[in-house]
């Protein structure tokens, strides 16, 4: 058990907000931030304006973007980006794995291929990076719900959601298996945001999890404070190179 499903696993919501509200310096940051990422990074981005860092943060977020989206983006940009010492934080994957359709959302693909497509773009984006003398970090992919947006958007409950759930559960699981040992190469690593938002409870079958999605505003995006969950100093501590 690593040092995050040790601090965060199965904590309330109390326990949480507690933990987050810690002061937080850093003394110094080598690399310069930036993070690549969909409408989670804008939840992000708005909780950074509210909080009250010593550090900058550049933000490349875009509703609705995908890995290819924001990988060609960047390859435009890169010279400029990367004038100065940086490290790219790429919190993508949401819209690689599920698409709007209406109002509603659904798998992307029927078979494997957006996971395919994603492990793809993810060594597109090393290769890229560290070919400028920049650093990577792969931000897990966190735990969403198509049943819990679709419900939120007016649609009623249905048996496709629950099964499209947890075949989405099992690609996440396996976009952040391979996000994990890019990672590791690289000597980064990523938050486990999973372990703020599972929660357990015993039962006659033994232990049960389940996921707290009242930590989300619609099963996609996080609360104001589920987005300070990145920021807490230990996630920072861990996941930052150059960071001190």
Request: proline fraction near 4%.
């Amino acid at each position: 058990m690593d040092i995050f499903q040790g601090i965060y696993l199965f904590m309330s919501v109390s326990k949480l907000n507690k933990y987050i509200e810690r002061p937080f310096e850093l003394e110094s940051v080598e690399y310069t931030p930036i993070l690549v990422s969909d409408s989670k990074g804008n939840c992000l981005s708005r909780q950074f304006q509210r909080e009250n860092f010593n550090f900058h943060v550049k933000f490349i977020c875009r509703g609705g973007a995908t890995f290819p989206q924001q990988y060609y983006f960047v390859e435009r940009q890169i010279r400029s980006l990367t004038r100065e010492k940086c490290v790219f934080f790429v919190f993508l994957g949401t819209c690689d794995l599920t698409a709007k359709n209406n109002r509603c959302i659904d798998l992307k693909t029927k078979d494997e291929t957006s996971v395919h497509q994603i492990f793809h773009y993810i060594d597109k984006f090393n290769k890229l990076v560290n070919a400028c003398g920049s650093r990577v970090v792969f931000l897990e992919v966190p735990p969403y719900s198509i049943q819990n947006w679709n419900l939120i958007k007016g649609q009623r409950s249905s048996t496709e959601f629950v099964g499209q759930d947890k075949i989405l559960r099992h690609r996440i699981a396996l976009v952040n298996e391979y996000i994990g040992q890019v990672n590791f190469a690289n000597s980064v690593s990523s938050p486990n945001f999973k372990s703020a938002v599972v929660r357990s409870h015993n039962s006659k079958r033994g232990r049960r999890y389940s996921t707290n999605y009242n930590l989300y505003s619609d099963g996609v995006h996080p609360t104001p404070l589920l987005a300070r969950h990145p920021y807490s100093r230990k996630n920072v501590l861990l996941i930052s190179p150059g960071v001190h």
